[in-house]
């Protein structure tokens, strides 16, 4: 009986002893492996804004999209590793336009591989991030670049970009728009839109190919080849009363109006036009660049200055003279602080007439979107929305 006794004795000890073991804390174990990669979230540390000096202000009404519009993680299963999450890459891509149109633009990413071996080898295919319906794609930054250069391009400004990734030629007809407000690209140009006009090449020897603030070839003799053209924020508005030449100036980029010819009407404004051609303007100072800012229209209710290149400015002349423009040569004119006939936002007016059969694809009615202004007259051109 003692035995049994001691043996229950020894059991009830071991058990004891065991219980006190499991109660103890236990160390984690040293190899023990952080979550995988692509399920943490982490704030990009390598996405801090472009120097002050080449960056704008993006868009302040550039929403981002209802969450059942975008597109899902899975759905864009491949698309580049990053730690920027889908609204900031949505984001980044729609703050390279207009927010009236980016904000229904489709978006589009890099793959994982980004640009691949281009240019050696065609890059992949882009991604899509978010459907859109307006005729419009913005890209995310381009992921092998130094600067932030995203962009906003109409349909046929996208063949062209797709056609440069795909070491393809790019479409010999049509007019495309590419905005990049956030500056960018190969050489880091400040905000800026790009102008193709194929079937007015030939009037492009007019503009050279060093980058700058005035229109500039960018790959030149390719199918590519297109005009740079700077896009600023429009300057403060200054009344005509107040300052004449300041005025005129606020019409256009500082780095153009600064040099350019300053124009203001007669007392008589432009007199019976148009019943009787206008009376001729007036210089009120002297430039040297080649371009011409003129002061607000006085008998438009808004303020309408505008800066005028050479060809835009034998246009707007010819209407005032009520004669033909010329059908040749590529026209830019800045009306940064808006108006005109209808009142419209801030906008450049492109005149390509050697391209006018391209015009087509483009309405008459005024809008975010390039629309047409005075359809089927030798003064046809396009306006197009600045911000």
């Known amino acids: 009986m003692r035995h049994v006794k001691g ?37 990009p540390t390598d996405t801090a804004p472009p120097p002050a000096d080449t960056a704008t202000v ?22 580049q590793e990053t730690d920027v999450t889908l609204e ?42 978010r459907a ?30 797709l ?23 190969p050489v880091g140009s400040p905000p800026h839109m790009m102008v193709f006009v194929p079937g007015s090449n030939a009037s492009f020897d007019v503009f050279g190919t060093e980058p700058g603030p005035m229109p500039w070839i960018m790959y030149p003799e390719t199918s590519q080849q297109h005009l740079m053209v700077l896009v600023p924020p429009p300057s403060e508005a200054v009344a005509v009363e107040e300052d004449k030449i300041a005025n005129a100036m606020s019409a256009g980029p500082a ?33 040297d660049n080649g371009w011409t800012c003129i002061v607000d229209i006085p008998d438009t209710p808004g303020n309408d200055p505008m800066c005028l290149n050479d060809t835009y400015l034998e246009v707007f002349l010819s209407s005032l003279a009520l004669t033909e423009a010329p059908d040749t040569g590529v026209g830019f004119g800045y009306m940064l602080q808006g108006g005109g006939p209808v009142g419209s936002p801030p906008h450049m007016m492109v005149f390509a007439p050697q391209s006018n059969a391209s015009f087509n694809a483009f309405g008459t009615e005024p809008g975010p979107m390039p629309w047409i202004m005075y359809p089927e007259t030798s003064q046809q051109h396009l306006m197009v929305l600045t911000y």
């Open 163 to 185: 056609s440069s990734l795909a070491l393809t030629d790019a479409p010999d007809t049509g007019v495309g728009f590419g905005y990049m407000l956030q500056g960018g690209g």
């Open 58 to 79: 993006a868009p302040t009404d550039t929403a981002l999209p209802p969450a059942d519009t975008a597109a899902s993680e899975e759905e864009i299963a491949g698309a």
């Open 88 to 129: 900031e890459m949505i984001a980044n891509a729609m703050s390279a336009g207009p927010a009236p149109i980016a904000q229904n633009a489709t978006i589009l990413g890099y793959p994982e591989e980004g640009r691949g071996n281009w240019p050696d080898e065609p890059a992949p295919e882009l991604v899509e991030l």
């Open 255 to 287: 780095p153009i109006a600064e040099n350019a010819t300053i124009l203001g009407y007669p007392e008589e404004g432009r007199g019976n036009w148009p019943d009787e051609p206008a009376p001729e303007l007036v210089e009120l100072r002297a430039g």
């Open 132 to 161: 859109g319906d307006n005729g419009w794609t913005c890209i995310v930054d381009i992921p092998d670049t130094p600067g932030n250069d995203p962009m906003c391009l109409n349909d046929t400004y996208l063949e062209v970009f």
């Open 7 to 43: 043996t229950h004795y020894v059991v009830a000890l071991l058990l004891i002893a065991l219980f006190l073991s499991a109660c103890q804390p236990q160390a984690e174990p040293a190899n023990t492996a952080p979550p995988p990669a692509d399920t943490a979230t982490v704030a």
